[in-house]
């Protein structure tokens, strides 16, 4: 029995330890030019200032548009607790030169650029002629939870979606710190002047919710009280019990128990 169970054991091992080599050996997955070419959710805002600007949407999904500057590629990962770093997905690639156009993710491929994933991240590498552009491209992501790596040094900005707003503690939160909120039309924008390293961190609400948290709170603090009053009328019952068979009760237990 045991023979068998360490057979089926080293089986397993095998069979994981070749699908991930085959995984490598393959790059770990084509990013297929169906993918890149996809409509994006909404247009990209190629005008911003930013190294690095993100907009969200109730739909939850995202865009990002990454000044290129001089870069010659971007790592794009995410980190995981117990896999390690796995690949950034995205869809719907967009590149634009310097003088205004826009490209798709097979045309960017065509004149030279590369995307590429491996088992641990997905890559952009641009042309010799593409420094100074910017590169876009979509993905899933809440308004209400927004991680990103900072995988670009400079100059971040979220925008929000109408209504949404992170200025309340504890169901609002930002991460760096040291940002600044701006009011651009009816959504808030979070920026950062300067982000080095780690992940920027968004969590927002709907300016609505504030009302259902209100109500739960005051639902919570009603159930408490009730259940406190229940709870000190079953003492003095027991209490009375008590007398009722002689035994001795202290009457001079502050705490209220018997």
């Known amino acids: 029995m045991n023979r068998r169970f360490a057979l089926a054991v080293a089986a397993v091992a095998l069979l994981a330890v070749s699908a991930g080599c085959l995984g490598y050996a393959t790059g770990g997955g084509e990013v297929t030019n169906e993918t ?12 911003t200032d ?10 939850a999904r ?6 290129v500057g001089d870069r010659e590629e ?9 896999a390690g770093d796995q690949p950034l997905e995205f869809e719907a690639f967009r590149y634009q030169y310097p003088d205004g156009e826009v490209i798709t993710g097979s045309e960017f491929r065509a004149r030279g650029g590369e995307i590429e994933r491996t088992t641990d991240e997905t890559w952009i ?4 002629d593409m420094a100074g552009g910017k590169a876009a491209f979509s993905g899933a992501g809440s308004p209400r939870r927004f991680t990103m790596r900072a995988y670009v040094e400079g100059s971040y900005a979220v925008t929000l979606p109408p209504q949404f707003s992170t200025e309340v503690p504890i169901v609002g939160h930002v991460s760096p710190r040291d940002h600044e909120v701006e009011t651009v039309g009816d959504r808030d924008r979070i920026v950062w002047d300067e982000v080095t390293g780690g992940s920027i961190v968004v969590q927002s609400y709907r ?7 209100g109500v739960i ?10 259940g406190t009053v229940y709870f000190r009328r079953q003492l003095e019952a027991l209490r009375e019990r008590r007398r009722d068979l002689g035994l001795s009760v202290n009457e001079d237990d502050d705490d209220g128990w018997l």
């Not at 890149?36 to 005008?47: G, K, N, S, T, V």
């Not at 794009?76 to 607790?81: N, R």
């Open 36 to 47: 890149l070419d996809a409509e994006p959710p909404r247009e990209y805002e190629f005008d």
């Open 50 to 59: 930013r190294d690095a600007a993100f907009t969200l949407s109730t739909d």
């Open 62 to 67: 995202y865009t990002a548009v990454y000044a």
């Open 74 to 82: 971007i790592r794009l990962y995410e980190q995981t607790p117990y």
């Open 125 to 128: 590498r641009f042309a010799d």
């Open 207 to 213: 300016e609505g919710d504030l009302v259902v948290f």
């Open 217 to 226: 709170l005051v639902i919570a603090a009603i159930a408490a009280v009730i």
